[in-house]
């Protein structure tokens, strides 16, 4: 179960559509990047990066990503949020083993 940051609950608005991407990786991190069209048509995009346990490690919403679709914004938050995840990782392991 992901424990959402105050950066999730305040991007949040279940009345827009919007489309997602959930993926758990080898390590048991889970990333969910969200992207969305505002009221105005501005794509917006959330990105979470979530320990095995559920706690947030990393939260960032983005209120505009201009001129990218949805689709471009998404995998571009995919991407990014991987490489999150893998540095957030690599300082867990640097820190537990040194």
Known sequence: MRIR???FWDWADPTLHHRSHEETLSD??????????????????FIGVYAPAGVAIYEE??????????TRALAWGVGYARKLATRAHAANFITASG
Do not use: A, K
């Open 5 to 7: 940051g105050d950066v």
């Open 28 to 45: 048991g991190t889970y990333i969910d990047v969200q992207v969305r069209l505002s009221r105005t048509g501005s794509t917006q995009m």
């Open 61 to 70: 919403s983005f209120d505009s990503r201009p001129n990218e679709t949805m």
